[in-house]
């Protein structure tokens, strides 16, 4: 139990030109999602935290309008990097958690960004 | 605040023998713990996790990890490394209120053959 997909799985965009991840919890409803961000052979970095039905809180130095993350419903959040640049080439993971698994998060398989 | 740390930024064993990947731990609170291993290119995969029940935490493909209070540490062992063990491995603490984590800054694990 607990899988969380994550959609695309890798993606190549030209520079200026918007990307939309999904993330979805298969087989839970999920209250909260999380979206992170790794650079490579580094730790993960939060980004921001969605709540279903809710406006995302987004960690300082995030920049909101560029990073648009939906959480319309228990069981899929959407990031979008709008505009995106070289210097948002990174890989993307997500997490989900509900009230029933308490605190621990399951984590998507990332999506690898590439901006050329 | 809340903090981990990973004392190893890099451990080499061989197969077959002992695993030990060292973390302690800050908390102003009885903190949950837990331990994800990423493979590359992958998502993290939940190993165990430590939530105020049994001190000794068994966990998956053979990881198991001892909270202890009193030298504020959470490190997880494996008795015999395989080489499909080899990854990065994430100590992590939950932030009780908001349920965000916060990470150590990771534990690559070499297995040699």
């Known amino acids: 139990g607990a899988v969380v997909s994550q959609h695309p799985s890798r993606v190549i965009c030209k520079s200026g030109t918007s990307v939309k991840i999904e993330c979805r919890s298969l087989d839970f409803q999920a209250t909260t999602m999380f979206w992170y961000r790794q650079f490579p052979k580094q730790s993960l970095m939060l980004m921001a935290t969605?709540?279903?039905?809710?406006?995302?809180?987004?960690e300082q130095g995030v920049e909101k309008d560029k990073f648009l993350i939906n959480h319309a419903s228990l069981t899929l959040s959407t990031l979008t990097v709008t505009s995106a640049h070289p210097e948002d080439s990174s890989f993307y993971i997500c997490s989900a958690r509900s009230e029933a698994l308490l605190e621990t998060q399951y984590f998507g398989p990332g999506t690898r960004l590439l901006v050329l | 605040a809340q903090s981990v740390t990973q004392l190893d930024s890099h451990v080499s064993v061989s197969e077959g023998t002992p695993v030990l990947l060292r973390c302690n731990y800050s908390s102003s609170y009885s903190p949950s713990l837990f331990w994800y291993v990423q493979h590359p290119n992958k998502g993290l995969q939940l190993l165990l996790k430590?939530?105020?029940?049994?001190?000794l935490v068994k966990g998956i493909n053979g990881f198991e990890a001892e909270f202890k209070k009193s030298e504020t540490s959470f490190h997880l062992t494996k008795p015999s490394a395989h080489m499909s063990d080899a990854a990065e491995y994430f100590c992590?603490?939950?932030?009780?209120?908001?349920?965000?984590?916060?990470f150590g800054t990771g534990t690559r694990l070499k297995v040699l053959a």
């Open positions: 430590y939530t105020s029940a049994a001190t």
């Open positions: 992590v603490v939950s932030d009780p209120g908001t349920y965000k984590y916060i």
């Open positions: 969605s709540n279903e039905g809710s406006k995302a809180t987004y």
